[in-house]
């Protein structure tokens, strides 16, 4: 894990040639404090080089309880982009369509979801749940996904000690206090039943 201080214009971290910058990342969300994955800005990186001209962000990071997506939205876990609100319905389908074939992102969703704008990530992992969402997510554990758990069980009170990206004893016992109060199976491990209470609970 890796910390940045960067103002609204710089760069995001790992971002070449200003392509991506801390506003157009943060978007609309209020947060202070953003987090990301190297392989989704390196993706961005490699998908930028191959789209060679200037790409619109309409959205990008929200922190859970900021809302505006979905209950397990990678957009949570800083990964997800959506793009090209500026274009017009032929240069969209161009986009998602390079977007597809480039191999760059994990998932790019289809137009019938998103017709005025592209959507695609960098998730990592095998959902929890079958349906999709965040993979499942233990003790030992780091990255984005052990953010979005850690802020969620502070917003609703249940402290981590931090919001670090790691998974350690103090997280653990958060979890675990999470799962005795809300009567699912109690055993320190984020999976689906997990995943799908807490962030029911936080995103607005």
């Known amino acids: 894990m890796e910390t940045y201080y960067r103002a609204e214009n710089e760069a995001m971290p790992y971002i070449t040639g200003n ?3 801390v506003r157009e990342f943060r978007g609309s969300s209020k ?3 953003l ?3 190297l ?3 390196q993706s961005w990186n490699n998908f930028r080089r191959l789209y060679g001209r200037a790409i619109y962000v309409g959205y990008a990071f929200k922190r859970p309880w900021e809302g505006g997506h979905g209950l397990m939205s990678q957009h949570y876990a800083g990964v997800a982009f959506d793009v090209g609100q500026n274009l017009n319905n032929t240069q969209r389908a161009e986009m998602r369509s390079l977007a597809s074939r ?3 992102w994990s998932y790019v969703e289809p137009v019938s979801l998103t017709p005025t704008w592209v959507h695609f990530d960098r998730r990592r992992g095998t959902p929890a749940c079958p349906e999709g969402g965040y993979p499942l997510t ?3 554990n780091l990255g984005a996904y052990v953010l979005v758990l850690q802020d969620s069980l502070n917003r609703l009170g249940y402290a ?3 919001i670090d990206g790691v998974f350690g ?3 653990e016992a958060a979890v675990r206090a999470y799962q005795a109060n809300r009567r699912i199976g109690v055993d320190g491990v984020v999976g689906c039943k997990t995943w799908s209470s807490l962030m029911a609970q936080v995103v607005v």
């Open 39 to 41: 392989r989704a800005m």
């Open 138 to 140: 233990r003790r030992g």
């Open 169 to 171: 004893a103090g997280t």
């Open 19 to 21: 392509t991506l910058t």
């Open 160 to 162: 981590t000690g931090g």
């Open 102 to 104: 480039s191999g760059f």
């Open 31 to 33: 947060s202070d404090l």
């Open 35 to 37: 987090w990301t994955e």
